[in-house]
């Protein structure tokens, strides 16, 4: 097994900054995709970025792309997400998740088999 331990979350004012990190143990090796996903209430997790685990390739949801980076460390099984410009519609619970196989689509919550318990980023305006 694998478990995701996220941190970073917290208040932030709109066009601020912040950046989350996503600590991977146990079972780490062979992780094929990580990314972090967003939730807020009475909504459904959204694709916010994921990584390649090895090759490093990245792909973003249109509504963060050039305000967000997603990158990793894999000698400290790490994975980061760093937040610029913050809207307030960037408000949720940040999950990371992780597969250890090749999955179709890459922006489906569905496919991932690992989640972290997540963390609250909250963008006032």
């Known amino acids: 097994q694998m478990q995701l331990v996220e941190s970073g979350g917290g208040l932030v004012q709109a066009g601020g900054s912040l950046r989350l990190s996503c600590a991977a143990s146990g079972r780490t090796s062979g992780i094929y995709v990580m990314g972090w996903f967003r939730q807020d209430p009475g909504n459904e997790r959204k694709f916010v970025a994921v990584?390649?685990?090895?090759?490093?390739?990245?792909y973003y949801a249109d509504s963060v792309k050039g305000r967000f980076t997603i990158s990793r460390d894999n000698a400290n099984n790490t994975l980061f997400l760093q937040m610029n410009s913050l809207k307030p519609a960037d408000t949720a619970v940040y999950y990371c998740a992780a597969v250890r196989r090749p999955i179709p689509v890459i922006r489906a919550p569905a496919q991932y088999d690992y989640w972290g318990q997540g963390t609250q980023v909250t963008v006032s305006s």
């Open positions: 990584i390649a685990w090895n090759g490093g390739t990245t």
